[in-house]
């Protein structure tokens, strides 16, 4: 098998080129063969992903954030399986492999040498994700937090919240459609997210009983209300304690179609597209995944 490490120099706080001496090292003593790879521009690491078929034997780690691994799953064979070594500034799929915590020098050895198993991910139109999409106010706070981060890097932990109370106060909520397991639901929602995995933004936790080996989607839908309602909502959802405002509603789905009147921003882990209409669906058991050996996901 070879090793190909997709590394997007500019993630986070560049940790994914400081572990190119950690691959460098480790194959000195291991006779596999190996490549490393830089992305060059946005859209680059979907490139590289579609050079690669099954029949290549290979494993493509992404050494980045959750945009360079939605970028290679939206290149990816279907039969090629992919890594996750978290060094951009969220995260947030990282999140779902349930991995001990340990040094990032480690957790890249540990996924060299880990097993693979089978998780699910989402389509949003012909646009693939790992781990979230959600639209509207959600996915504004993503554009004015990217532009936080671009603008003061030394915010970038804190960009998310930050765009969050900035924009809280110019709120519109928005007039939707949703078409879901043979229901249909007109609703004014503050926000409306889709999810395989439990967190995005950071840490913030929309579906906390969401899993990517669970054969569904997590649909969250928040309808609008008051500020002040609001402002005491957020601590809740930020660590999954939510589930119980009567403001609140939980769906498991495999599909669902959500139209509007107006153009929305929907974001697909973090890439933001405006859309009026989306069709979401489940690819069940549709990607192989590698992770380390203590991972308590199911093989």
Do not use: W
């Not at 050079?51 to 970028?71: H, M, P, Q, W």
């Not at 304690?241 to 495999?254: G, T």
């Amino acid at each position: 098998m070879k090793h190909i490490f997709i590394i997007n120099p500019t993630s986070g706080k560049h940790h994914g080129i400081q572990l190119i001496p950690v691959i460098e090292n480790y194959f000195k003593t291991h006779a596999e063969a190996f490549s490393i790879i830089r992305t060059e521009r946005p859209g680059h690491a979907t490139e590289i992903a579609r050079r690669f078929k099954a029949e290549d034997d290979v494993t493509l780690y992404v050494l980045s954030g959750d945009g360079t691994a939605n970028e290679v799953l939206n290149g990816l064979n279907h039969k090629v399986p992919m890594a996750v070594i978290p060094v951009g500034s969220g995260n947030d799929f990282f999140r779902m492999l349930e991995v001990p915590v340990m040094p990032l020098e480690q957790l890249l050895i540990e996924t060299i040498e880990g097993k693979e198993v089978i998780v699910d991910y989402g389509m949003a139109n012909d646009r693939r994700y790992l781990n979230c999409s959600s639209m509207g106010f959600d996915a504004d706070i993503g554009i004015y937090a990217h532009a936080i981060k671009m603008k003061y890097p030394f915010l970038s932990g804190l960009s998310y919240v930050i765009a969050t109370i900035a924009l809280l106060v110019k709120r519109k909520p928005m007039r939707m459609h949703l078409r879901f397991n043979d229901e249909d639901l007109e609703v004014e929602s503050l926000l409306v997210a889709i999810m395989n995995g439990r967190f995005y933004g950071g840490g913030f936790n929309p579906t906390p009983m969401a899993s990517i080996q669970d054969g569904t989607l997590d649909l969250c839908v928040i309808r609008n209300t008051n500020l002040i309602r609001i402002l005491t909502l957020l601590p809740k959802f930020k660590v999954g304690k939510h589930i119980h405002e009567d403001i609140v509603s939980f769906y498991k789905v495999k599909e669902l179609k959500l139209s509007s009147a107006e153009t929305i921003n929907t974001q697909c882990d973090g890439e933001v597209y405006p859309e009026q209409t989306i069709e979401f669906k489940l690819v069940e058991r549709g990607l192989k995944l590698r992770v380390p050996q203590r991972s308590q996901l199911r093989e």
